[in-house]
């Protein structure tokens, strides 16, 4: 049996956040807990999703597997190997694309992928070759190419967030609400890069988002997250079967996950 | 082998982003240069005002040494300081902190690229200083030892570069005011190692603190260098001193940084912040 590209056994994350009571200088800590024994095995070449509010525990999830933060319980292996005891093996394999899309602002889309080429020990004159070719796959224009990211659209910011992530050729991808805040156009452009890099690179993603319809079109299984639990884990068809036909209609994702955590994905509040 | 090539390439990149990221901040490196040497002219007026003040006859132009060399190695000797302390802070604030400690390299690495941007940028920077405050007084180094004093300059880099990484936990350790807590650092350090006074003129606690501020050798070294011309001989023993401490601390502060860096790991203080 081949190894996973990602596994979770029954990881568990805790956060504990401040707070001021009304006595003066007493502060207070409060629990979140922000994973709860979250389990999951991510095949080769599998686009996998995690669907949920903000503040279900997605990002962290992300940030756990990204080596950004350290697990309170359980294990996570990326292609067999430990984030926490193997960090530098798991970090050459890995790449994220987060919502912020965070850049030296006042350096062009090229000077900030010369700098992640550089972090990655990668050879600086194919890296070169490399950048153009993603950056115009993207969509994004050359005279672009050498402007401040600071005067980008967050639409050609986020494109070269993707551009960035994809450059050091990871084996496994970490999409972290990537499309989030885009224009249609721009959203488009960015799931077919996705959809393109499973398919010619052989490349793992993970991808949150609360996007149903992405999650829909572009996810070959999909995992809701509710309050740091999965509450549901299942291909796209298999999680609108859980749900019965309305009006002769099937189930759109929005519906299933209405009747999975009993509140619809839009009125979750943040508690991350 | 490979190893060896990623790690070096990993290193050039901390520097080449600190090139890129002094270019493009240009207005800043201006107005900070002017700020230093504002400073360090102001200080070094109070040398040539010393006989109007006290109303005495004094050795106006060895003053007036004596305090350009304080001053100018505080510079020096604080870019240092501030380039490693900072790196922490700066990645917060241009919101890149989760995208570097991402990255395989290891902290060594990004030590060694931040380190080497550093110390060439502050020679650079306390040249172009103290060629525009040779302008303003009449210096005298003929009887400098020029050479012992770079030599024990580069040896008290090292020194710096520890106290840099010790640091850089603060703004790893309190992501809001872990900054401003390394100002207070470089403050205190300023005002035990004799930048503008002997140490001996600091009570007797404050001087057994400045016995432990590398600072307080390398300037105090450097004086006998330029004012005394004392024999690079003579320094070897500080020089030794300084590395050997400087190895220590810096050793020290990775042990230390590598611990704090797994508690921000744990609580989830790599979180971008600003």
Not at chain 1, 147 to 160: C, N, W
Not at chain 2, 223 to 229: D, F, H, K, P, Y
Not at chain 2, 236 to 265: D, M, N, Q, S, W
Not at chain 2, 266 to 274: A, D, P, V
Request: proline share 4%; charged share 20%.
């Amino acid at each position: 049996m081949s190894i996973p590209a990602l596994e979770l056994v029954q990881v568990r994350k805790v956060f504990f956040k401040k707070e001021s009571s009304a006595k003066r200088f007493s502060r207070s800590r409060r629990e979140v807990v922000a994973l709860d024994g979250v389990s999951l095995s991510v095949g080769r070449g599998e686009i996998f999703g995690v669907l949920g509010p903000n503040g279900s525990g997605k990002s962290t999830l992300i940030r756990l597997v990204s080596t950004l933060l350290l697990p309170d319980g359980g294990t996570i292996r990326v292609f067999g190997h430990d984030v926490v005891r193997e960090e530098t093996i798991v970090k050459r394999m890995i790449n994220r694309v987060s919502v912020d899309a965070a850049f030296f602002k006042k350096f062009s889309p090229l000077e900030n992928l010369s700098y992640a080429a550089r972090l990655y020990g990668l050879p600086m004159r194919e890296a070169r070759i490399r950048m153009r070719e993603i950056l115009l796959r993207l969509g994004l224009k050359e005279d672009a190419f050498t402007q401040p990211m600071e005067q980008l659209s967050r639409g050609m910011q986020q494109k070269v967030a993707v551009a960035r992530g994809f450059l050091t050729s990871p084996t496994l991808l970490l999409l972290d609400e990537p499309t989030t805040g885009l224009d249609p156009h721009s959203k488009r452009d960015v799931q077919a890069f996705v959809r393109e890099i499973r398919a010619e690179h052989d490349a793992t993603v993970l991808l949150t988002t609360h996007d149903m319809e992405e999650a829909d079109r572009l996810c070959d299984r999909i995992a809701v997250i509710d309050e740091g639990k999965f509450i549901a884990l299942d291909t796209p068809a298999g999680l609108k079967t859980k749900v019965g036909w309305r009006n002769g209609q099937p189930p759109t994702l929005e519906e299933v996950f209405l009747e999975l955590t009993g509140h619809p994905l839009a009125e979750k509040e943040v508690v991350e | 082998m490979n190893w060896m090539i990623r790690e070096l390439r990993g290193a050039y990149a901390f520097v080449e982003r600190n090139i890129n990221l002094t270019k493009r901040y240009w207005g800043w490196e201006i107005v900070w240069l002017i700020s230093s040497l504002v400073n360090s002219l102001a200080v070094t007026y109070i040398g040539a005002g010393m006989e109007r003040i006290s109303g005495e006859t004094l050795d106006t132009q060895y003053i007036i040494t004596y305090l350009l060399v304080g001053t100018l190695i505080w510079s020096y000797l604080s870019v240092i300081f501030y380039s490693i302390s900072e790196m922490i802070a700066w990645e917060r604030w241009e919101g890149t902190i989760e995208y570097t400690f991402m990255a395989p390299v290891s902290r060594l690495t990004h030590l060694v690229g931040t380190t080497l941007f550093a110390i060439g940028y502050g020679i650079l920077r306390t040249l172009v200083i103290l060629l525009i405050v040779a302008a303003f007084f009449r210096l005298d180094l003929s009887g400098a030892n020029i050479g012992g004093a770079v030599l024990l300059l580069l040896a008290g880099s090292v020194s710096f570069v520890g106290l840099g990484i010790l640091a850089a936990v603060l703004p790893l350790l309190y992501p809001e005011r872990g900054a401003q807590m390394t100002n207070t650092a470089a403050a205190i350090l300023l005002l035990i190692s004799g930048v503008y006074y002997p140490v001996a003129t600091l009570p007797g606690w404050l001087q057994a603190i400045a016995s432990v501020s590398p600072a307080t050798y390398v300037i105090e070294g450097m004086r006998g260098c330029l004012l005394r011309g004392e024999s690079t001989g003579s320094l070897l023993p500080t020089v030794f001193t300084l590395i050997g401490a400087g190895i220590g601390v810096t050793a020290v502060g990775l042990v230390i940084f590598r611990k704090v860096e797994r508690y921000a790991k744990r609580t989830g203080r790599l979180k971008r912040s600003g």
